[in-house]
Structure formats: C-alpha cells, structure tokens
C-alpha cells in the first residue's frame, strides 16, 4: 500500500501500515516529506483500505474470503467491538469489494464481480474510500435516530444504484436508533432489494434488538494484542522517520487497551511530546511524564512493600511518583493490574511473558506468586478495586490514595480465614462459671477487654470476640425443649407458642443448638424467629436449623397420645365400666386432675368419686354432667 492510498481515507478506525519494521536507532527527529494541505493525523493517515491491511482480525478476513469466493454474500452485516479496532474502516472495505471493478489492461482480464481480492484501485475504489460516492450512503445513527431518518433511507433502497453495482447503506453506532426506526427498518432488513446491502456497526451490540441481529451476520472484531500493536507502531515510526525506544512503544500498547486508533493518537502526542523535550529518541520517561504513569520497578517496588505490611517505605514510594508527575489513581490501577498479573502467573505457572511487559516484571512476578498465597492476592484485589472507586468520589485523591495503602499494609499481615477458624477451634473455653465481681470491682458486663491505657487493643478483635461470647453466662437456662415453650408462654409470645406446640418435630436438643423438622403445611420461618428469640430471652446465641430427619412427634401429638392412654385406662375402671352401662349412648369427654376443679358457670354439679378423678360424661340428651 503506498501513502498516497492511504493519505485519502479519512474518519476513525483500526488502522495499519506496511509490513512493520523496527525503528532505527539511529534516527533524528526529521519532518516527514513534504505534504500539501493540512497535517493528517496517523489514524487517518494510516487507515486502511483493504482486508490485507488489516491486522488483529484475521477471523473475520478468512470467513468473508470464503464467502466471496463461494459467491455467499450476505445481505446485512453487523460489525462490532470496543473502539478504535476498525468496524467502520471495515465497512467501507466491504463497500469498496461489492463494487470492485478493474477494467482489462496488458492481457489481463476484466474484474466484474464482487471480490475482497482488490491489489490496485478500482474503478470506485478512490471515491468510496472518500465517501463521497453517490452509491455509498453512510449514516451517523447517533444523530439520524428517528423513524423519519429510516423512512428515507427505505424509500431510496428501492431506486438502483447510479454507478455502482451494488447500493451500500453503512449505518454507525446503529444502536443509537430509537425502538420505531428498528422496527421500521426490519421488514427491508429481512427481504431487501438484490441491488443493496447494509452495513452496521455498533460498540455496544446488547442495545441492538435481537430481531435486527437476527438478520445480519454478525463479526466480533478483537483487541489488538500488545505484540502485534508494537510491531504496527514500530513500523509506522520508520516511515515516519521516528526514533522511539522499543519501552516508550510497550507503554503506549498498554496504554491504548488494544485500540489501534488510540495507539495512534498516543503516538501523535509522544511524537509531538519527544521533539519538544529534545533528544534522539522518544523514551520511556517521555511517555510516562505524558501519561501520569508511574514506573514500572517503582509499581514492583510498592507492591512488595505493601505485602510485606511496611507502611512508611509504601507511602514514600507514592509520595516520589506523585512529585513526578504520576497521577494517584494510575498509580493504584497500575498496581492493580500488577496483583493481576501476579494471580495469574500463580494460577498459570507456564504463562509466557507478554510482549507488553518488561522482564523485571516477569521474573519478580514470578518471585510474588510463588511466595504469596492466593488469599492475598485476592484481598489485595478487592482493597484496590474498592479503593479505586473511592478515589474518583475523593475531593482529596492523593489523601485516598495514601489510605488504601495503608489498608492494604495491614491487610497483609492477616492471617487467611481458616487460620483463624483453625486459632479458635484450638483455643481451650473456660466452662468454670463466673465469680461474682469483688467490691468496687468493674462490672462482668462492662467492655473489659475493650481498651487498655492508650486506647490500643491488646489482642486481636477475633480472640476478644469469641472470649467474650464463650464467658458470657446465659440470663436462663434451658435444659429441654419444653423449657423453651414455656419460655415462650411466659414471654406472652402466643404465635410462637402454638407454633412450637403444633409444629415442630424436635431432632435433637443441646443447649444452644436445636435441630427439628416441622409438620406438612408449616412456616419455615420458625426457625428464625426462635433463633431471634432465644437471644434476645436468654442473652446468648442459638443455632436453630432445620433437618431432614423426620423427628419426635409435636408436643401437641404427644400430649394427644398420654390423653388417649388415659382414657383407655379410665375405661377398664370397673366403676366406669359400669356407669356406661348403665347410661347407653354416654362419651367420656374428659378426666380432670386429682383433686377435681371447679366446675364452670352453667355446669351440671360434680360429684367426688373419691378416686381421685373425676369423669365427665354426655348423654343422648346434650346434657354433661360428671361423676
């Protein structure tokens, strides 16, 4: 591809050069040939404008040669991806292989038909790479949104192309069309005339409708990697006549995230950036002053001292980027990126070095993994992230950005989650009940592991905690589930109550913990409430769960049972044998305790048997009297 080719595209989008060289060393700053016209930015002074030129997107090359070849063309295509990767530059590369026309020259034969073959300029080549053929129509979705705006351009789909063989609509950002213009637009979309095609692209294909995808092909187009963007720049920087160090050239690749578009306009400024410092070579130090970034060792230097819990050594090190010029906040995400790639390096132990990456960080990440468990690694990740967030809400970032390290200092020297559980698994409770408090002593309730002189705690909140909760005495003691239900009737909590009455299987009863099942149809909520309960009733915490198992029967059920013995029994009495004879149709309805009680207003009289218990009994009549 020669300069003149490429010097008349215009617009954003992935870009590319010749077959990429690196830089010589030797290079001065030297202005560029001479150039008509105004100065033409690398992202457009570099664009491609043939599939050969692309790179990063070899997937999507391969597939639409295939189908060119096989004469399968598509008639809708939807092309998205991040910024900067070349949707819209590969449109106009698809417009310009629809209409692809070569006449016959020395003997070689004519190009009539669409072909992404394209080795010189067509006969609409120059003018669709300009956009400005009549047969090419681009629209900017974000300000042509409305049902109108697609209404012309249905209206004009159904005239033939005036030039062209093929009429080629290429929408932008087509996910800015409002819900009417989609729906407007599906009926040409699915059954368009044979003469047109469209073009979509979009950075975000979530907000396109299903219905549109559904009826395009759709290309994902990649992030460039880091080696593949370095070599790219290095090449454009010869043809440039840049000397550029080949670290300035891995910091813009890290910098842009893959976006070729970005890349070049990071290059446009460390060019500009580099001949206003002077020297013979843009330097990493250029690139970092320009980008806020802090040095890749100082970033290594801060992550150790961070893990290593040394505070004062870690604010120092901030401090110094800080007064470099380094942004906090790019210091952080730098740092973040380094505890990333540290994880991986633990997780993926054969990992190659990114072309991105220097070798001290390689082989003192590989140092880090090795020496740090994956707990740490992850908590460093959640300070910073959550740290990050707070720092864009700061009116103070540097002051933020001084306490996240301190956080993370301390959080390194915490044990992980199971060393602790293991600690107080392994720690001997003191079951000996409480002395009562000698006179003037502080009372047991008092918070007296709490502080010392100075304010400082003299062990760990965890050991304190689960003393505290071991020493505790319980305000009552239950020794048996019944204990617990009348508890309950004396806390006057009637729902609860009859719920432990009629509902709940017990299991098993510790003091503590209670494990039960409940009957078909009952509230899974018991065993929450109880818990609630219980700590509140008794001043310690109870484990309340429910099992699988099927359990003792209710309270109530029981209580029913000794009931129904007892009538059994009372029924076998030779005397209540014969009162039941002696009455047909009478029922035992009741057995009072021994001692009798006091019969109810409007109760028939009853008459002591001298057993002890008293009978009641109902005859035909609906009278109850009792014996």
């Avoid at 460039?224 to 043809?239: F, W, Y």
Wanted: glycine share 8%; charged share 25%.
């Amino acid at each position: 591809m020669t300069d003149e080719r490429t010097q008349d595209s215009a617009g954003p989008g992935a870009v590319t050069g010749p077959s990429p060289a690196e830089p010589s060393p030797g290079f001065d700053f030297a202005p560029p040939a001479p150039q008509s016209g105004a100065y033409r930015v690398l992202a457009r002074k570099y664009r491609p404008s043939s599939f050969d030129d692309l790179i990063g997107q070899e997937p999507m090359v391969r597939t639409l040669g295939n189908a060119f070849k096989l004469d399968r063309i598509h008639q809708a295509y939807i092309l998205t991806g991040v910024r900067g990767v070349g949707k819209t530059t590969t449109a106009r590369i698809l417009a310009r292989a629809f209409n692809y026309e070569l006449p016959a020259k020395d003997g070689r034969p004519a190009v009539v038909k669409p072909s992404i073959d394209m080795p010189e300029m067509g006969a609409h080549c120059q003018a669709i790479i300009e956009s400005r053929h009549i047969d090419v129509i681009e629209m900017d979705a974000a300000s042509h949104t409305g049902v109108d705006d697609i209404r012309e351009v249905i209206e004009n789909a159904r005239f033939r192309p005036v030039m062209a063989r093929i009429k080629v609509y290429i929408i932008d950002e087509v996910h800015m069309l409002t819900k009417q213009a989609f729906n407007a637009l599906l009926k040409t979309l699915e059954e368009p005339p044979e003469h047109v095609k469209f073009l979509f692209a979009t950075t975000e294909i979530e907000k396109v409708p299903v219905t549109v995808r559904s009826r395009c092909q759709r290309f994902d187009l990649r992030r460039i990697d880091s080696e593949l963007m370095i070599r790219h720049l290095a090449g454009i920087c010869g043809k440039e006549h840049v000397a550029i160090e080949p670290a300035a050239l891995a910091l813009i690749a890290r910098a842009s995230e893959g976006s070729v578009r970005d890349a070049l306009s990071l290059l446009d400024q460390a060019i500009a950036t580099g001949a206003a410092a002077g020297g013979d070579k843009i330097g990493a130090e250029v690139l970092r002053s320009m980008l806020g970034s802090a040095d890749s060792g100082s970033i290594i230097d801060l992550f150790e001292a961070v893990m290593k819990g040394e505070i004062a050594p870690a604010l120092g090190i901030l401090a110094e980027q800080y007064d470099k010029g380094a942004d906090p906040a790019h210091v952080l995400t730098a740092l973040a990126e380094f505890t990333h790639f540290v994880t991986r390096l633990k997780l993926l132990p054969g990992l190659r070095m990114d072309a991105s990456m220097t070798p001290e960080e390689f082989e003192r990440g590989t140092r880090f993994a090795t020496a740090l468990t994956q707990q740490t690694l992850t908590r460093a990740w959640q300070l910073l992230t959550k740290g990050l967030q707070e720092m864009k809400d700061s009116p103070r970032p540097m002051a933020a950005a001084d306490m996240v390290l301190v956080r993370l200092a301390h959080a390194a020297d915490l044990p992980p989650p199971e060393e602790i559980l293991r600690r107080l698994a392994s720690q001997p409770v003191d079951t000996a009940p409480p002395r009562a408090p000698a006179a003037g002593a502080p009372s047991m309730r008092a918070p007296s592991a709490a502080a010392q002189p100075g304010g400082a705690m003299r062990q760990p909140a965890a050991h304190a905690l689960a003393r505290s909760e071991a020493a505790a005495e319980p305000r009552v003691r239950l020794m048996r589930f019944e204990d617990v239900v009348t508890l309950a009737k004396a806390n006057r909590d009637i729902q609860l109550t009859i719920a432990l009455e009629g509902d709940v299987r017990l299991v098993r009863f510790e003091e503590g913990k209670i494990d039960f099942s409940l009957v078909e149809g009952a509230s899974p909520q018991i065993a929450q409430t109880l818990m609630r309960r219980l700590q509140d009733w008794t001043g310690i915490r109870w484990m309340v769960a429910l099992s699988r198992e099927e359990g003792r029967p209710t309270l109530r059920e029981q209580a029913g049972a000794r009931e129904a013995e007892r009538l059994t029994g009372v029924r076998a009495d030779p005397l209540v044998r014969s009162v039941m004879e002696r009455f047909p149709g009478a029922e035992i309805v009741r057995i009072s305790p021994p001692g009798g009680e006091p019969p109810d207003s409007g109760a028939a009289v009853s008459e002591n048997t001298g057993g002890g218990d008293e009978i009641g009994y109902s005859d035909d009549a609906g009278t109850e009297d009792e014996l």
